[in-house]
């Protein structure tokens, strides 16, 4: 069955850090692959996504992701953190007939 | 910039009555989406439209229904509501390109409605 999973609940960071939120999912072929993040108080804005060609995508916000077919992953990277960064994010796969969101992983960061 | 507006932010209502969350869109995107949001679980779709009359079933319809007489507007209708269906709910709206899956499709999500059911 399709899944997606995200490992971690909740992580702390502090500011200037780097941070790698961590996404694996099980999909049959090459799924469509998105980040969310939802800032308290609101909806879902999209970081980036992936559907096909270079495995290292960019996004807004200074975010990055890379998709590692052997390892089933599409983990967000930020190279230094902003406290503004605080919020939930969420990995989604999709294929042609459906798509699946993460539990979501909380980021605090601290001075 | 496309603009998703969900009725109410916050929401009390009591078990047994019939509930509307109203969404709207005005970007003339084709398909909507309502999902709800629960701590540990993610988003989960309950339904979702891709044209005005037509809706499909997403994975938790029961208990649930939705309405779409206008491309703009995506009703979300709770027949009785119960306990168990307190939870926050988001709505969601995408354009569906030429040869693209709707999967493919970027989704622009309202702020949610916080729903409590006593």
């Known amino acids: 069955a399709q899944s997606v999973t995200q490992p971690d609940i909740h992580i702390t960071v502090s500011e200037g850090a780097s941070l790698e939120l961590r996404c694996n999912y099980s999909y049959g072929a090459t799924p469509y692959l998105f980040w969310y993040v939802q800032s308290p108080g609101q909806g879902l804005q999209l970081l980036l996504k992936?559907?096909?060609?270079?495995?290292l995508v960019q996004g807004i916000k200074g975010f990055e992701a890379e998709f590692k077919r052997s390892q089933s992953s599409f983990n967000l990277r930020k190279p230094s953190v902003h406290w503004s960064d605080a919020a939930e994010y969420f990995c989604a796969v999709g294929d042609n007939y459906d798509m699946r969101f993460g539990a979501g992983t909380r980021l605090t960061v601290k001075p | 910039d496309v603009k998703v507006t969900q009725s109410s932010r916050y929401l009390v209502k009591r078990t047994g009555e019939k509930v509307f969350l109203e969404c709207v869109q005005d970007?003339?995107?084709?398909?909507m989406f309502w999902y709800r949001q629960d701590p540990g679980l993610g988003l989960r779709l309950i339904y979702f439209?891709?044209?005005?009359?037509?809706?499909e079933k997403g994975d938790i319809p029961e208990g649930y229904s939705v309405s779409r007489e206008k491309k703009e507007r995506f009703s979300l209708i709770l027949e009785s509501a119960s306990t168990n269906q307190t939870s926050m709910y988001l709505c969601?709206?995408?354009?569906?390109?030429?040869?693209?899956?709707?999967?493919?499709?970027?989704?622009?999500f309202g702020p949610g409605t916080r729903l409590l059911v006593l």
């Open positions: 969601a709206s995408s354009l569906l390109g030429p040869g693209r899956s709707l999967y493919q499709e970027t989704q622009y």
């Open positions: 439209s891709y044209d005005v009359k037509m809706k």
């Open positions: 970007m003339d995107h084709e398909n």
């Open positions: 992936y559907f096909s060609g270079d495995t």
